[in-house]
């Protein structure tokens, strides 16, 4: 399909091999702290014109890796194209998020939702993942996305963002038969979708359990933790990794780590050795730096830098192998860019082996 891959610490450090430097990349480091975006974004009127538009959204996701020495691509989008694309309708409003037109939430709405076509009501995705991947010219891998079943949940449900998720946790009370059948045409087409994205051209795929930690411990083992090891388990993927991503997800480590996925990102409220600990070289890790330490000094950054990777080796019998250098969840739009490249550079001066 194209270029002999130039970089492959990040697909090395999935496979847990040795590598020269522990790779990074950033959740959300193509957005709104970039000027460059803020340009493109203004001359394409809005973030979802950019989306839906290949050649754009190929512009946004190679502008960070002009400024910064990032060991991965991750394709421009967002999660909710999926509810989009079942007819729900996404829109943004400005300074509220995303939101839908035609919440679903009942049983009878629910039983209307089918899968999504992937090469026609999703094809710009497709056509941005292959216009990505040419144009990457094997400079770095590219990393394909998804939400997780129950964080589009909770999207379709509540109809946009949520503070408290009372809507979807009454359905989980009152109808969880219903909830059930959400969750389980949102994983056929989650699996659908990053299979496609994976023919495309995708070499890595991350599922974004955003709001998993939302759920008690009883409730995320009903709501969300199924429905993503039925994704490890079911998505034929050959060598393609697979990285179940989510907040708050440190206390179900032991079970992430067993459900078939290659890398687990974790979230800054666990330390990283003590997540490799408890994880036993079962799966890479990926991350998980507070995304505010970007609000630091130059030094301080540096410094928090070195405590993650150093946390990591104590952790994983001393050696930095299976890392994946990340952020605990997405950059903010009033992040300083210069910041991300001492991160990043950092990142690989101390982890240089
Ligand atoms: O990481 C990257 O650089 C890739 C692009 C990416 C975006 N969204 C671009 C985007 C990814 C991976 C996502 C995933 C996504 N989208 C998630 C899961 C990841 C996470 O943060 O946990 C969620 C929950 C969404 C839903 C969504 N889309 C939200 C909450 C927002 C922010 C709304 C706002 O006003 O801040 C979006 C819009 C969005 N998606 C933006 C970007 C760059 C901002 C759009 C803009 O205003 O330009």
């Not at 991350?287 to 630091?296: C, I, K, Q, S």
């Not at 030094?299 to 930095?320: F, Q």
């Amino acid at each position: 399909m194209s270029a002999v891959l130039k970089n492959e610490r990040f697909l090395r450090a999935l496979r847990r091999e040795p590598v020269d430097r522990t790779p990074v990349w950033l959740m959300r480091q193509a957005g709104r702290y970039l000027p460059e975006y803020r340009a493109s974004r203004k001359a394409a009127g809005s973030f979802l014109a950019m989306a839906k538009n290949p050649e754009l959204a190929c512009e946004v996701t190679l502008q960070p890796l002009a400024r910064f020495d990032l060991d991965a691509a991750i394709l421009f989008s967002d999660i909710l194209t999926i509810p989009d694309a079942m007819g729900l309708e996404l829109y943004f409003v400005e300074g509220e998020g995303p939101k839908f037109r035609h919440p679903v939430r009942d049983a009878a709405s629910i039983a209307k939702l089918g899968v999504p076509d992937m090469e026609t009501e999703l094809r710009y995705v497709m056509d941005a993942v292959r216009t990505i991947r040419r144009e990457l010219d094997g400079r770095v891998p590219l990393i394909g996305f998804s939400g997780s079943p129950w964080t589009l949940a909770c999207y379709m449900v509540e109809g946009g963002g949520s503070k408290d998720f009372a809507r979807i946790k009454a359905m989980a009370l009152n109808d969880p038969q219903a909830l059930h059948a959400l969750l389980s045409v949102n994983t056929d087409a989650v699996i659908a979708y990053l299979a496609a994205q994976r023919a495309a051209g995708a070499q890595a795929l991350q599922v974004f359990d955003t709001w998993g930690g939302v759920l008690s411990p009883a409730m995320y083992r009903e709501f969300s933790l199924p429905y993503l090891t039925r994704i490890a388990r079911e998505l034929e993927r050959g060598d393609t990794p697979l990285i179940l991503f989510g907040k708050g997800n440190a206390a179900y480590l032991d079970e992430l780590s067993q459900s078939g996925a290659e890398g687990v990102g974790v979230d800054w409220l666990i330390e990283l050795g003590d997540a490799a600990r408890r994880t036993q070289g079962r799966v890479a890790l990926q991350g998980n730096l507070d995304p505010t330490t970007l609000y630091g000094s130059p030094d301080a950054i540096r410094a928090k830098v070195r405590d993650a990777l150093d946390s990591y080796r104590d952790g994983n019998g001393g050696s930095r192998d299976g890392h994946v250098f990340n952020l605990g969840h997405g950059m903010s739009p009033d992040m300083n860019p210069d910041h991300v490249g001492v991160l990043v550079d950092e990142v690989h001066a101390y982890s240089a082996r």
